[in-house]
C-alpha cells in the first residue's frame, strides 16, 4: 500500500481528515463560528443607520430556516418595527417579458434621480428551483445594481408561496427600518403570487402589452380588478399605435368595472421602459393616489386589513403544518385514504376521525 492510500485507509476509517482537509475544514468551522456569533444589537443599529451590509444580513436571517436564526429574526424584527410601516410599497405585476425588470430599472432610476432611496424586492416562488429570473434581474436592471440609492434583493426562495410571502413581508419591515421610503415588489403575473404580494402593498401596478388578448397573457379578470393602474409598456417603435388603442380599449374595459373604496379609478397609462419614457406620468398616478389614500383614511385601514390578513394566514399555516406533521396523523390520513379508496368510509368521517386524534 502506497503512503497516499494507507493514508487514505486510516483517514477513512477513523474518520480523520486529510491535512488540507484538516486545515480547510477549521477554517470553514471558524468562519462558521464567526457567523454562528451574531451581535443582535450591533447589527440592528447597523441596519437602522442604513447600512446596505446589515440589512442584507438581516434579511438572509428572516430568510433562513434554521431555528436558532429564526430567534434572532424575531429579535430583529421586534427591535425594527417601531421604524417600519413608514415606506410607499408599490406591487408590480404582469406576465414574464412584459418588462416588470426593464420597468424597475427605469423607474427606480427616476425615484434616485428625485433623491429618494429604494428598495426592490421579488415575489417569485418559481425562482427557488431555476433561479431564472434571479439571474434576468441581474442583468435586466444593470444600472440600478450600481446605484448606492437602491437595494435590491432577489426572491427569497421557499417551496410555498406562503413561505416566501412571509418571508418578503418581514423584509419589507427591514426595509423600512433601515430608511427605504419606496419599496417595489415585482411579482410574475401568472399564479398565486400576485394576491399575496397585492395584500402586502399600497398601490398595485399592472403592466400590459399591446396586441396580445387578456388569455395571451394569462392575466385573469381578478387581476385587472386589483390594479390599481395599468400601464402599457413597450409603447415604443412600430408599437406606439398599438399601445394607444390598447390603452383606449382598457380603459372602456375598466369602466364596467366598480370604483376603489375611495373613488379611485383605475388608470391606463403608455411607457417604455427600454426608452424611459411615460415614467414622470406613472409616478405622479402613484403619488396622487398615495395621498389621496391617505387623506380618505383608506390608507391606513388598508393596512390593517392587510395585518389581520396575514395574522390569520399565518395562524392557519401554522394549525396546517402542525396537524401535518404529527406522526399519527400521518400514519391515520394513510389507513383512512385506504379506506375511502375502498369504500369503506366518507371523506367527511375520515376527516372528522383525523380532525379527532
Ligand atoms: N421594446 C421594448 N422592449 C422592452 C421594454 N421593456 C422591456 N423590454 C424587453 O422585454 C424583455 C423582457 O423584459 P424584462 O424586464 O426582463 O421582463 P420581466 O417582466 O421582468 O420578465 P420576467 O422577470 O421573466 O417575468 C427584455 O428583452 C427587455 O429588453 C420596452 O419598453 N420596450
Ligand atoms: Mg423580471
Known sequence: MSRKESHKALTEKEGVDSPEITHATSIAKIKERRKEAIDVP??????LEG???A???AITLIESTQKKHRKIAKQLIE???PYANTSIRIGITGVPGVGKSTFIEAYGNYLTQQQNKVAVLAVDPSSSVSKGSILGDKTRMEELVKNPMVFIRPSASGESLGGVARKTREAI???????YPIILIETVGVGQSETAVHSMVDFFLLLKLAGAGDELQGIKRGIMEMADTIVINKADGENIKAAKAAQLEFKRALHLYREKEFGWKPKVLVCSALNNEGIPAIHETITSYIAQAKESGYFEKKRFEQNKHWLMQTIDDRLKSKFYNRKTV???LQEQLKLLETGKTTPFAAAEYLLGL
Open 79 to 81: 427591535s425594527c418595527l
Open 55 to 57: 440589512l442584507s444580513r
Open 42 to 47: 450591533a447589527l440592528t443599529k447597523a441596519l
Open 330 to 332: 400521518q400514519r391515520a
Open 51 to 53: 447600512h446596505i451590509a
Open 173 to 179: 419591515l427591514l426595509c423600512e427600518a433601515a430608511g
